[in-house]
């Protein structure tokens, strides 16, 4: 039995560096920031603020139990001692009842007027069915329309987002260009499937639901860019849709907005002429729109001015002239699942193609 004995007391050690590891290794982490740590927006920063008051509360309520658990493991009667069936009832009837449920009052107090003031400007308000016409529509009708300094409309697709602005006549994909320290009111709904919006910077979480619309607002405090994430699993290109939310100055956004706005300028040398004829004899246009060449494509995102975008494929790539020759040609190997087939073309309509493409800005 002796090098039993030993034999724990030398295992005994170890957990204590163990010990001391996880918590340098917490200590670092600590030092991490993740968005929703960091609210870049007054939404964002609500939330924060339940954060705040819930972290320390669940650590000290954590601890009181450790500490009670191992007391009752390990505490000795004295021999002779009865058990003391009084002043265990008092204390469950505190430590299980009326304790939990002071901390619960505190909590639930903070939280419903958290989430009043997120959601009373915010409304979560749902719509259903014959109001989806809504989306893409200018509608100033609306008490929340009203309200905001911009309207953007996202629809969830597969597995991209499309981004209506409908008071601008406006169609583009995957990045939401607004204006700095303003109230953005984005109304959300799906083509297919249940996505979920998701700017951790910015706000939380807002599903997307095929046939009703969900409203969610974006509020920024300085001009930046912060990357959103669908939060619902909704298939296989889910981790692959992303999108970008940029936070500009009032000019800017104008900037942007009124380039937006325009449609394609016509080719005018002969390679983009003949990139524009490739463009449609490859049948791209049965699914990308470009405004001012064909309306009709719906599938994939509107093409009209690709090249003011950051990225492509919802994120996933930079959108590079290079980027983009092999998206066309093989986009199934970047982003596996996504509607665009594979478009092998000789190098010479490729060329032309990208040369057409590059015009689009
Ligand atoms: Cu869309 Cu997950």
Redesign the pocket.
């Known amino acids: 039995m002796h090098w039993s004995r030993k034999r724990n007391r030398a295992r005994a050690r170890v957990p204590i560096r163990r010990v001391l590891a996880a918590i340098l290794f917490c200590l670092l982490l600590a030092g991490c920031t993740a968005p929703v740590l960091t609210p870049q927006g007054y939404f964002s920063d609500r939330i924060h603020d339940m954060w705040q008051l819930m972290f320390p509360i669940s650590i000290v309520v954590f601890v009181v139990v450790l500490l009670t658990l191992f007391y009752a493991l390990f505490r000795q009667r004295r021999p002779g001692e009865g058990e003391n069936l009084r002043a265990g009832r008092t204390m469950v009837l505190f430590g299980g009842a009326i304790l939990p449920g002071i901390v619960m009052i505190i909590l639930m107090v903070e939280v419903v007027a958290i989430l009043v003031d997120v959601s009373l400007i915010g409304g979560q308000l749902e719509r259903q069915g014959e109001n989806r016409g809504l989306i893409g529509q200018p509608n100033v009708a609306e008490p929340e329309a009203e309200v905001a300094d911009l309207v953007v409309d996202v629809i969830?697709r597969?597995?991209w987002w499309e981004v209506i602005y409908p008071n601008q006549g406006i169609v583009t994909a995957n990045e939401i260009h607004m204006p700095e320290d303003a109230l953005v009111l984005v109304r959300l709904t799906?083509d297919g499937?249940?996505?979920?919006f998701w700017v951790p910077a910015l706000n939380g979480k807002t599903d997307?639901l095929p046939g009703s619309i969900s409203n969610t607002w974006l509020h920024g405090y300085y001009t930046d860019a912060y990357r959103g994430?669908?939060?619902?699993?909704?298939?296989i290109?889910?981790?692959k849709?992303r999108l970008l939310t940029i936070t500009q100055t009032e000019e800017d956004l104008e900037v942007y907005l009124s380039r937006e706005a325009e449609p394609a300028p016509e080719p005018t040398t002969e390679e983009t002429i003949r990139g524009q004829a490739v463009f449609v004899e490859q049948g791209c246009a049965a699914c990308h729109a470009i405004r001012g060449l064909s309306d009709a494509g719906e599938i994939g995102p509107d093409l009209t001015h690709l090249l003011s975008r950051r990225e492509i494929a919802a994120g996933t790539l930079v959108n590079t002239r290079g980027n983009r020759a092999g998206w066309i040609v093989d986009s199934q190997s970047i982003k596996p699942g996504n509607m665009m087939p594979p478009f092998p073309m000789p190098p010479s309509d490729l060329q032309a193609l990208l040369a057409y493409l590059d015009t689009l800005e």
Do not use: I, K, R
């Open positions: 969830g597969h597995w799906s499937v249940m996505h979920s997307m994430q669908c939060a619902e699993y909704c298939g290109g889910h981790a849709m």
